[in-house]
């Protein structure tokens, strides 16, 4: 568990996804470019057996955008997309509407 004072420090927003490619010698992870309105950031996320590059375009998915960047096979990470796992599956996270990009998550 943690505290809702804790919680509150996640920065959730919404990103348009605007460019993505496979990563080279990786099944799974995709490198992503994500609109999040006042910036543009780069992603990588393992979804590569569930998505294709080209049908993640234009895509809005919700972001963490405050946390620490992580290096993935040498590429930075500048932040995490959310999605729903499970056995043989994933699904993004994403606005039932469209919002600009860097919506805040409340």
Known sequence: MIS???FQK????VGRIVAA??????EKLVKLEVDL???????????????QPQELINKEI????N???K???GIESQGMLLAATGEGFIS???PDKEVPPGTKIS
């Not at 490619?21 to 990786?26: A, F, P, R």
């Not at 309105?37 to 998505?51: D, M, N």
């Not at 919700?62 to 955008?65: C, E, L, N, Q, R």
């Open 37 to 51: 309105g006042e910036e543009k950031r780069q992603l990588v996320a393992g979804i590569g057996k569930f998505y």
């Open 10 to 13: 996640i920065e959730l927003k």
């Open 67 to 69: 946390l620490e960047p």
């Open 21 to 26: 490619e496979k990563v080279e010698n990786s």
């Open 92 to 94: 993004l996270l994403q």
């Open 71 to 73: 290096k993935l096979m």
């Open 4 to 6: 809702f004072s804790d």
């Open 62 to 65: 919700i972001v963490v955008a």
